[in-house]
């Protein structure tokens, strides 16, 4: 049996920078025949992320914009924790648009589910003011948050070895 993979782009198209998911999911290179992958863009409809996982994927690709440490664009590559009290998701702050992963896996739990293994590619956004459109720094990373997508589908699919990088 194929391992099945949900690629998951979340953020707001209104807030600038904050929807690098969304972006990012436009450009992923990802084979629409593959029946053992999905993705989709949740935008900010967190809810609807909870009730698809649901359906018990073996793997998760969560693509959003964090806040930023001072260097918009850069990418980050991590292993969500979802047993921590301070998972690797909460510990970015991956909040910049009140659908909060945390509380998404939450409402999943009290659904009766359970989290997938959970690959994070989080880009450091440089502005989450209202307007439409990517800093320069955040549209230039893209392509490269694209191929790692990519990349990270391909790794599951042969290995589901755990993944942890910064680009």
């Keep these: 049996m194929p391992t099945r993979i949900l690629v998951a782009g979340i953020g707001n198209i209104f807030l600038g920078d904050d929807g690098f998911g969304s972006e990012v999911i436009r450009n992923a290179a990802i084979s629409l025949g593959d029946s053992s992958v999905r993705v989709t863009d949740y935008g900010i409809s967190g809810m609807h992320l909870a ?3 649901l359906d018990e994927w073996d793997g998760l690709v969560l693509v959003d914009a964090v806040p930023s440490r001072g260097r918009p664009g850069t990418l980050h590559v991590f292993q969500a924790d979802h047993d921590g009290p301070e998972s690797g998701l909460a510990a970015l702050g991956l909040d910049g648009h009140s659908m909060d992963p945390a509380a998404v896996f939450a409402s999943l739990r009290a659904l009766g589910g359970r989290p997938p293994y959970t690959v994070v590619i989080g880009c450091e956004a440089g502005s989450v003011e209202e307007g439409i459109g990517l800093t320069v720094p955040v549209a230039e990373a ?4 694209a191929r790692a997508v990519a ?3 391909a790794a599951l699919q042969t290995s589901g070895a755990p993944i942890s990088e910064e680009c």
């Excluded at 893209?142 to 948050?145: D, Q």
């Design 51 to 53: 009730y698809d996982l």
């Design 142 to 145: 893209v392509p490269r948050a």
């Design 151 to 153: 990349e990270i589908v």
